[in-house]
Every structure is written in structure tokens, then in C-alpha cells.
DNA sequence: TAGATTGTTAATCGATTAACAATC
DNA sequence: TAGATTGTTAATCGATTAACAATC
């Protein structure tokens, strides 16, 4: 029914490119034209507009227009989205500043940390304690959080957050949190990341070294 | 030979649980238990140890000691490792206080920005104009950089970085950088995370909603 | 019509998981 | 020995890609 996980990430992908083909003053596009700008292949192209029932003209491409209004229909992007920032760490406090989270109509209203020193109640982007945490979820129906404090706290502030109310959590601590199947958990593991990468180089430079 | 992609990571990730295990004075482990602190199962668990030839006991499980040894070995985690970011922006500022990079023997050897405002030469981790990145990467022979630029200069960035030697790049500018199989591009989209953790806690408020 | 492009079915590929034989 | 655990082969699952019929 809703494709599968990578489809969305593909979907919002085309979103942003036919934004930018609309703003070139293009009315049409081919699966193939989409394809190149995002990186895939024009089947994989069609085939996720396929499992979302997106349909063009045959010869004859997409309307941009009405394939953003379709894009914009699935992915749900039409009203504003409300997220909180628990941990007002490096990550915490970068997020908050995040310009693309704004430009794609994500507003995060809130953050919360532990630390006396964090608060600011002021700020353009307020940082509240974490006890006041479950309270403004709940007064303002807020249901995605981002996860940015230490691997040892992470399960608890995790179950305080879905306690109050959070249904999706973007967790950048490097730890398998434990939820429910009705908790969205989507984990971003910034150290595994980058030690991939030093990986993959260290195996290539041996290979190397080796057929000398 | 290498295995795949996932298997590397979940290999780190098993080290990360060894290293915790042997503080708590175990002294070996059974590929169940390195599943449940993973959140894997154990047949993952003894594929993965076979797809890169550690062996263990039978019955006996895996030696802690020894397994560390090999998966170092594979790893190549005796080495510090040296990257350097570019763009000091808010994402950039943040990896270079990342601790997790330090303790896992990453060092953020020095960052680089365009923006004379943010140049720092004196900083724990220095920030030098960009107009310095190829001579630095070179002298001090990095093969490992972090991208942390705006869209419109990522590729342009990326060039001069893969021209000065860099072999490996953790990408975090939303845009698919285009480079030659030498360089391995390790890409990580913020929002796009976010986004897919926002459309997921959509359709299932939508699911719920119809079968009310 | 001829040609181009969509939309879908089938084939392929890769990764995870199940089953189980080997063996300590 | 009996029982437990590894290590590997085979089955499954899911996602991508190729092939091609439909059709504008």
C-alpha cells in the first residue's frame, strides 16, 4: 500500500528536484529527466510513482504541477509539521539552527535539556527543562522528536517522550532504543557513518597495496 | 571478500559491545548474547563473523580478547585516523566537538571554511580558510573529510577536496555528489531522515483514522 | 502511422533468516 | 554421551532493474 521505506525518501527527493525544474520554467518532465537529476535509473523512477498510483502521459511525461500536487498529497507536506529537540547538546543545538528543517516546512518549536545553563526560555528557538518536556508535547499535540542527548539517557528520555505523547523519533544517540511497534524509531548514527567511510578507504588503499 | 556494506557497520558496532562486556569483566560471549545487546539476531551475528573468517568455539561461544583482536585487525582501528571537515556552519561546528569521533580514535584534525568570520587558527581544532584546504589535506596526508557546505557549493567542494587526495567523504550536504569509483561517498541527508519519520507517523494517524 | 514514453510484469540481485549438520 | 552452540547452506524476503506490452 505505502511502498516501501527507501520509496518516500525517493518521493520527497523528487519533490525538491521539481521544485527547482518549476522555478527553471519547466511544465513537464520524463521520468528520465527525474532520474538523472536524483541519481537513479528512470525505471526506479516510474515504479515509485507506480506503488503510490502516480500516473503520467504516456509520450507525453508529467505535468510538473500536477505531479507536485500529487507528491505534495502522499507525502502530507501541505500543513505545517511541529518537532521538539530533547538534548541541547553540539547535534541538539545545530539542528536547532538547521536552515533546510525551516525551508521544508518543519518547525521546531522547542528544545529541552537537563542542564540549568541550556535554558532559555528567550531564545528564537526556546530551551526548556526537560520536566516541562512531557507538558508542552501534550499542550501543543506535538508527535515527532529528535533525540540528541548521551547513549546512557537515551531510553529513558525516549519512554518520557512517548509517554507524552511522541509517535516518530529521529535518534542520533548510538543505541538500539527499545518501543512499541506504534513508535516510528528512525536512527542516525553520525560515528558509524564516518567510521564506514574510513573503512571503505582503509580496504580500497590495501587492495591497493596488495596488487603492487 | 569484504563482505557487504551493513555487515561493516553491524562489526563496529559488535566491537562497541565488546569493549562494554570486557569493562564488566566478562570474558567471552555467545553470538545470542552479542544479538540481544545489538538488537540483531544471532545467526546475523555468526554470518557476519563468517563473511570476514573469525571463528569461534562450538559450545564455547567467542573469546572477548581475542575476538577484539580480529575485529580490529579487520577493522583497523589500531591507527588514529585523521579527517578534516569542510564548512564550519552549524552541522560542521558540531562534528568538531563530536565526542564520539575522539573516542573512537577519529581525529577532526582541523576544519575550513570561506567565511573570514569563522577562520579560528588558535582552536582546539583549527578553522583555516578554504583557499588552505588542498595544502593541508596534502602535507599532513588526510584521506578522510567531512562535507558540511551548503548544496550549491558541495560538488564544487567535493572536487577540490578529491583533487588534494581525499579518498572517502561523509556527505552531508543534500545534493548526490558526482565522483569517480575512488572515492567512496558515504551520504547522510538530515532532513530527509526527518522527513521519512514525519510521513511515517502520518500514515499511521491516517490508518488509524480510517479503520475508526 | 511511427516513435517515444509510460506502466507493469518478470528477472535479478543482495541481504536477512531459517534450518541443520558439524563438533566441542 | 547428551546438549549446546557454531558455521554454512538453502530458503526467504525485499528492493532494484530489465524487458516489453500498452498507448498517446
New interface residues.
Partial sequence: M?GN?NS??RL??YK?ILLRFRILGFKRVFSENLADA??FNSTQVRKDFSLFGISGYRRGGYQIDELLCKLNSI??KDVL?K?VIVGAG??G???M??K??ES?G?QITAAFDVDPEKINREGNIPVYPFDELKDFVRNNNI??G?LAVTEVFAQEVFDTMVSAGI????NFA?F?LKGSS?T?I?N??????????????????SRLKGSK
Fill in positions: 505505502d521505506k518516500v525518501i520527497l527527493k525538491t536524483a541519481g507525502l502530507g509539521q518537532a553540539h547535534i543545538t545545530a539542528l539552527k538547521y533546510s528543517f521544508e518543519i508527535k515527532i529528535i509517535k516518530g523519533v529521529l548510538p538500539k506504534e516510528f528512525n542516525v548514527d553520525l560515528l558509524g557513518e564516518l567510521e564506514k567511510v574510513i573503512y571503505f578507504v582503509k580496504s580500497a588503499e
